[in-house]
């Protein structure tokens, strides 16, 4: 897809936008899901793809000088960020404990994790 686009004239901007909104969510799908248990070789086969595309939008540059030229990190530092942002999320959830009047009410599921699982 990339080349074809190249080819009809899009822009290196253009395609660094597409990349980034139809290939990349695809490489980082479920990423926090599998990301802690993913085998090194596996990480590099999934970079492989990457280094592919931004190499055919920008021929004859390192893949080094194409990340920073276009503000992109490697896929497993980005992995990594967004496990950290799922962490940090997760931790920050702190909910106000509601008033409870009856114990039916208290010993219902939402009051009661509410109350245990914080």
């Known amino acids: 897809m990339l080349y074809q686009l190249k080819r ?32 090194q070789y596996l990480s590099d086969n999934i970079e492989v793809i990457q280094k592919r595309a931004l190499k055919c939008i920008f021929p004859g540059l390192g893949y080094a000088e194409i990340l920073r030229r276009v503000n992109l990190d490697t896929l497993n530092v980005r992995r990594d960020s967004i496990c950290q ?34």
């Open 85 to 118: 942002n799922i962490l940090n999320v997760r931790q920050q959830n702190v909910y106000p404990l509601p008033v409870t009047r009856t114990n039916r009410f208290r010993n219902s599921f939402i009051p009661w994790a509410l109350y245990n699982c914080q």
């Open 8 to 39: 009809a004239g899009i822009t290196q901007k253009d395609l660094v936008s597409v990349y980034v909104s139809v290939v990349r969510p695809v490489l980082e799908y479920a990423c926090p899901v599998w990301h802690t248990n993913l085998p």
